[in-house]
Each structure stands twice: as C-alpha cells, then as structure tokens.
Nanobody, 123 residues
Framework: VQLQASGGGLVQAGGSLRLSCAAS????????MGWFRQAPGNEREFVAV????????YYADSVKGQFTISRDNAKNTVYLQMNSLKPEDTAVYYC?????????????????WGQGTLVTVSS
C-alpha cells in the first residue's frame, strides 16, 4: 500500500485546512486509515482514525470537535478537515493504514505510512 499525503501549508490561527491521503496498491486489506502528527521536539501522537468500510471514526481528545476525518472509498482517499487551528496544531501530519481489525491508536499498530505533510499555524 502506498500512501500520499497532501494539503499542508501555512495558515493563521483560527483558519482551516483539509489534508488528503490517497491510497493505492492493495487497499483491499485495509481496515483502518488514521492520522498522526509530530510537532518539533515531540513524539508522534494519534489524531484520528476511520474504519475504511463502514466509516466509524475515533479522535484524540485534543482534537474532538475541531477535526473531522472522512473518506471517499471511490477515490481511495481519506481526509482530515481541520478547523479553528491553533499554533499548537503545528506539526507534520502523517496518514497511515492498518490491516488489523482491532481499533488502532498506536503507531506500531499501523502497517503503512505516508510521507507526511507540514502544517504550520501562525499566531
């Protein structure tokens, strides 16, 4: 599975961005698609995940009500809509896919990773 993340950029605090993650090659084995982020000097953290087939979603407490994960199965693409962005949302955002049935919230539970897209929120 190859994952291509895009949509990052520079935005002012309070603004919005939508990240995309296009998947190709062997997506039939994908159960979950998730987003993680890693800010400078911090460890990678879970952001959100979506069940590829039925669309169940789960979020980190820090982004609930602020971010929305969705998917377009026809396009093999997962999105992360980020609203009301804050400087502390600045990070490299990664998408990842998991082929196990159990809900994955840890990085090691994912099998494939995209290259990351940088989101910078200015104050």
């Amino acid at each position: 599975v190859q994952l291509q993340a895009s949509g990052g950029g520079l935005v002012q605090a309070g603004g919005s961005l939508r990240l995309s993650c296009a998947a190709s090659g062997g997506t039939f084995s994908t159960y979950w698609m998730g987003w993680f982020r890693q800010a400078p000097g911090n460890e990678r953290e879970f952001v959100a995940v979506i069940r590829w087939t039925v669309g169940n979603t789960y979020y980190a407490d820090s982004v609930k009500g602020q971010f929305t994960i969705s998917r377009d199965n026809a396009k093999n693409t997962v999105y992360l809509q980020m609203n009301s962005l804050k400087p502390e949302d600045t990070a490299v955002y990664y998408c990842a896919s998991a082929s196990r049935a159990v809900l994955p919230k840890k990085g090691y539970e994912y099998d494939y990773w995209g290259q990351g897209t940088l989101v910078t929120v200015s104050s």
